[in-house]
């Protein structure tokens, strides 16, 4: 089990990296349920109180869903940030919760959040198939 800790300055931008995405993801997900919210009355009438087609309403109907499914992914990110801050708390951050080897800098870099090291992730991804 090779572990190297991170020093504390490398942990803190980290920390502030993952901090602002964070904060990026909450605007982001408030935004898609504010923009997704609509009563029974706006899925079938418009704002003059006029019957939309129906085609309009399936539209409609089809935006509000995939805008709820862009929230509902970017609440699991969310989520997986706020563990790797929790991992940053307990000195646990850049460890593969599989083989508990150092995840790489450039692999961090790139996924602040991530759990795994590329080795694992493959790994992972091929018994999927």
Excluded at 20 to 31: G, S, V
Excluded at 53 to 80: C, P, Q, W
């Amino acid at each position: 089990m090779t572990q190297t800790k991170m020093d504390k300055k490398k942990l803190d931008q980290y920390k502030k990296l993952l901090l602002k995405l964070k904060e990026n993801f909450l605007y982001d997900i408030t935004n898609i349920a504010q923009g997704s919210n609509g009563g029974a009355d706006s899925e079938s009438r418009d704002v003059s109180g006029h019957v939309q087609h129906m085609a309009d309403v399936a539209t409609d109907m089809y935006d509000r869903e995939f805008n709820l499914g862009l929230a509902s992914n970017e609440r699991e990110i969310l989520y997986k940030v706020d563990l790797a801050l929790k991992k940053i708390k307990d000195k646990r951050y850049g460890i593969c919760t599989e083989c508990s080897k150092s995840i790489t800098e450039a692999r961090l870099k790139a996924i602040p959040y991530v759990e795994t090291c590329l080795k694992c992730q493959e790994k992972i991804e091929s018994q999927k198939k």
